[in-house]
């Protein structure tokens, strides 16, 4: 069965930068399309979409994270990878990894995905 696992969150200083990881385990086929994506969650709130990238590398963010974190895929390793910087206390949560059969209008909402990782904790001090 296929797997998502995630590292890398960890406490940092507002300012401060960490870069997250989610290995995709167990592929024994290539897909057609995918859609690949990041989500956080705050104690009490659904997951909200931070980023998104499908098979050719069209990449979406949301409005928050613009221009403070870099979404990157390496199709070769079934990896990805999230690399935010300039991090803010409002980017505390746990951080998820999901897969999509596709990347929707609607990307940045949870129902689209139909797999998940377990998700990885990021705490940005101020």
């Known amino acids: 069965q296929v797997q998502l696992v995630e590292s890398g969150g960890g406490s940092v200083q507002s300012g401060g930068s960490l870069r997250l990881s989610c290995a995709l385990l167990?592929?024994?086929?290539?897909?057609?399309?995918?859609?690949m994506g990041w989500f956080r969650q705050y104690p009490g709130k659904e997951r909200e979409g931070v980023a998104a990238?499908?098979?050719?590398?069209?990449?979406r963010y949301a409005n928050s994270v613009k221009g403070r974190f870099t979404l990157s895929l390496d199709n070769a390793k079934n990896m990805l990878y999230l690399q935010m910087n300039s991090l803010k206390p409002e980017d505390t949560g746990m951080y998820y990894c999901?897969?999509?059969?596709?990347?929707?209008?609607?990307?940045?909402?949870?129902?689209?995905?139909?797999?998940w990782g377990q998700g990885t904790q990021v705490t940005v001090s101020s």
């Open positions: 999901a897969r999509a059969d596709y990347c929707s209008d609607s990307w940045f909402r949870e129902d689209d995905y139909n797999l």
């Open positions: 167990r592929v024994t086929y290539s897909y057609d399309n995918y859609c």
């Open positions: 990238v499908d098979r050719n590398y069209t990449k």
